[in-house]
């Protein structure tokens, strides 16, 4: 594993995010991602740990890029909350914790609102998240079809999730994700359509 670090600028504040990846390809995946949750135009990455990065944001996207998070329990937010829901500032803006992963994730959010399966108010866990709309993955089940023969065939992340029409991220995230439910067997309750 290769630690990077990805600056993102506004006019005045400067975020910067420790990022944990398996080569350069899956760091600067997985800054884009940050980038378009916080619809941030630009960013910088550098290769090694930054210690000026805000710490809480890295684990945080960390445990999103890995798909970490424990899907039988909360994972209870302990930051700001609005209106009874999760949020953080960021450049002098407020962001709501939730939409935030949405759009880290990805998922088509035309018409979604994400409902906790929890109903624990706090709770931000995208294992949780129910979406209204019921066809949410970005990745069908013919899809994965696909991506095994591509990976089994040697083809590179960055060319399937062009073929797929998907990020980059996408793919890497949906990889982590196969990997932890084949060594995890607890997750059993875990659908295929609650992470893309
Ligand atoms: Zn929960």
Known sequence: MYYYNAQYNDSKTKLIINIKALDSNHAQAQAVDIARAFDCKQFHLEYGLNFQANKFLSELFESLAFSSFNAKHCSEWDGGMTNKNPCIYI????FYVRPL???YLDIDRS???VKMSCDN???VNPYHFNYRKEKNSKLGPGDLQLLFGYLSSGVGVADIAKSLKVHRGTIYRKL???KQKATDTSNETLKDSDLT
């Open 91 to 94: 450049f002098k803006k407020r």
């Open 101 to 103: 992963f949405v759009k």
């Open 111 to 113: 018409d979604v609102i």
């Open 121 to 123: 108010h706090r709770c």
């Open 176 to 178: 982590a994700q196969l």
